[in-house]
């Protein structure tokens, strides 16, 4: 009976231990990831203001109706990346993604930047060179270091009201995105 009892919580553990790597190791296998579908966008390098969502369409990123957003992929390989622009006197943020999908920074206009996004991002290697003072930055740029050089930012805009959409999509086109040699 011992050892029936062994062999029933050896099965289980074993169990556990196979059915907790396979729910770990499913997602790396997919091929449709957040960064493939912001890949399709066309937006290397620019600012891609994405379209207006109705209720009820398919929406594949998960995105809020209500909101409009404006998406930019980088590559800090070469050179540091750029987000700059000014918005519209209304609730918006930035977040800047990994490859993988994982936020590696946030900010808001309510955190006293008000209504001017001039935001400079760098991998670890151009960061050492901007201590060094290697690289000029304009004043007044925050900064952001990445550990990868493969990322995207996104930003949100709350328009107070469904009239001020089609302005404040327009604002967020003439936003600048890219790197900068």
């Known amino acids: 009976m ?9 099965g289980v553990v074993l169990g ?7 729910i770990l190791t499913l997602p790396l296998l997919d091929d449709d990831t957040v960064w493939t579908r912001i890949a399709a966008l066309d937006a290397d390098n620019k600012m891609v203001v994405l379209p207006d969502l109705a209720p009820g369409e398919p929406n ?20 540091p990346g750029y987000l700059s622009g000014v918005l519209p006197d209304a609730p918006w943020s930035v ?14 206009n309510r955190d006293g930047i ?30 952001v270091e990445s550990a990868t050089n493969q990322l995207f930012t996104l930003v949100r805009l709350i328009p107070p009201h469904q009239a001020m959409r089609t302005r404040f999509a327009n604002k967020l086109a003439e936003s600048r995105c890219g790197n900068r040699g």
């Open 114 to 143: 008000g209504q001017t996004l001039d935001l400079g991002i760098f991998n670890a290697a151009q960061t050492r060179l901007l201590a060094q003072q290697q690289l000029d930055v304009a004043e007044g740029v925050l900064v």
């Open 16 to 22: 556990g231990i196979i059915h907790i790597m396979v």
């Open 95 to 108: 977040a800047i993604f990994n490859a993988a999908g994982v936020i590696i920074y946030s900010t808001t």
């Open 2 to 10: 011992t050892r029936f009892l062994l062999w029933l919580i050896g």
């Open 60 to 79: 594949p990123l998960g995105l809020d109706p209500m909101l409009i957003y404006g998406v930019c992929r980088l590559d800090l390989a070469q050179d």
